[in-house]
């Protein structure tokens, strides 16, 4: 439940427009929320990506933290957003998952679960990449239980 509410938190600094209900993440409305639904999307994304570890680091990519963010991408959400991020900031699991918000926003701003997903992995190309649906299908499964 802590990590919901973190989520949320960084969902709200990042942006996404919540209803009186959405804020109030002890009581989701029985229709899903962007936000509940980015939750479990985020939630799913920290086990495949890292198994929940805030401090994995892959170095063959050097893909850093909870979320593993590549420095690339770090370099395009300051570059797109006008922010300051740093490589060490990934590893901090809420401003992770505020580059995260932030980049859906731009590219994915009807908040689809597969799209967040695809583009997550395969760059803001990635719903027309082929390579991605592997990863979408390993998120997917991770939602469903």
């Given at each position: 439940?802590?990590?919901?509410?973190?989520?949320?938190?960084?969902?709200?600094v990042?942006?996404?427009?919540?209803?009186?209900?959405?804020c109030?993440?002890?009581?989701?409305?029985s229709?899903?929320?962007?936000?509940?639904i980015?939750?479990?999307?985020?939630?799913?994304?920290?086990?495949?990506?890292?198994?929940?570890?805030?401090?994995?680091?892959?170095?063959?990519?050097?893909?850093?933290?909870?979320?593993?963010?590549?420095?690339?991408?770090?370099?395009?959400?300051?570059?797109?957003?006008?922010?300051?991020?740093?490589?060490?900031?990934?590893?901090?699991?809420?401003?992770?998952?505020?580059?995260?918000?932030?980049?859906?926003?731009?590219?994915?701003?009807k908040?689809?679960?597969?799209?967040?997903?695809?583009?997550?992995?395969?760059?803001?190309?990635?719903?027309?990449?082929?390579?991605?649906?592997?990863?979408?299908?390993?998120?997917?499964?991770?939602?469903?239980?």
């Amino acid at each position: 439940m802590l990590r919901r509410l973190a989520i949320a938190g960084a969902m709200l600094v990042a942006s996404i427009p919540v209803g009186k209900a959405e804020c109030h993440l002890l009581n989701i409305p029985s229709k899903p929320s962007p936000i509940s639904i980015m939750c479990d999307v985020i939630s799913a994304m920290e086990q495949v990506e890292s198994a929940g570890n805030p401090l994995a680091f892959n170095h063959k990519e050097k893909a850093a933290g909870i979320l593993q963010i590549r420095p690339i991408m770090v370099k395009e959400i300051n570059r797109r957003c006008g922010t300051n991020y740093t490589n060490e900031d990934c590893f901090d699991p809420i401003k992770a998952t505020i580059m995260f918000v932030r980049l859906q926003l731009l590219t994915n701003p009807k908040l689809s679960p597969e799209k967040a997903a695809r583009i997550w992995n395969g760059g803001y190309k990635g719903m027309h990449k082929e390579t991605t649906v592997k990863y979408w299908q390993s998120v997917k499964a991770v939602m469903n239980g």
